[in-house]
């Protein structure tokens, strides 16, 4: 989906940028905490996303397939790796970009870049819809994943964070932001 709708010359550019990565199956694509300089797109394979849980365990809180993009927030912000990513049970084969690349696609007022940037938004708003569903769902008590308090605690105030009540876990609190591009380049020119 994310490369539907690219021109030829689109295509061509993205070559020039883009990159293959195969992971192994059950291999660790990258670890929560990590930097994080490049995103990807699965092309065949699927790959798991865990978040940590207080008691060092991982919980797995999706499955992506083809198509998906994994670690996108990268092209976003300079934070760190917000979930650990790994292979299933079969090799993985990613499209790989560097944000730096990406940044680069962008300044060349690259129609690639934008469309790159609409994909990416409308993936984050259907992960936070799908965030609130779940948390709707915990808070009504129809799932009670251990972790699902935990990692709703994490995503609304940050790692390390699991001292809230159900209570306090509401949809309507969570806000997702997304800085401009001046103030990622402000950030990282001050890393």
Known sequence: ALFGDLSDGELETLQRFARVHRCDAYQTLFEQGDPSPTCYVILDGKIEVYLGLPNGRQERVAVLG?????????????????????????QVRLLELGREDFDRLF??????????????????????????????????????????????AEALHGPGRFDLETDELSPDTIEVVLPTLEERIRRRRKD
């Open 107 to 152: 300044w060349d007022n690259s129609s690639f870049a934008f469309k790159i940037i609409d994909r990416l938004a409308r993936d984050l708003v259907e992960r936070l819809r799908s965030t609130n569903d779940r948390l709707r769902e915990a808070k009504r008590g129809e799932r009670r994943s251990p972790g699902t308090f935990k990692a709703a």
């Open 66 to 90: 083809s198509g998906a993009l994994v670690g996108h927030m990268a092209l976003i912000d300079n934070q760190p790796r917000s979930a650990t990513c790994k292979a299933g049970v079969r």
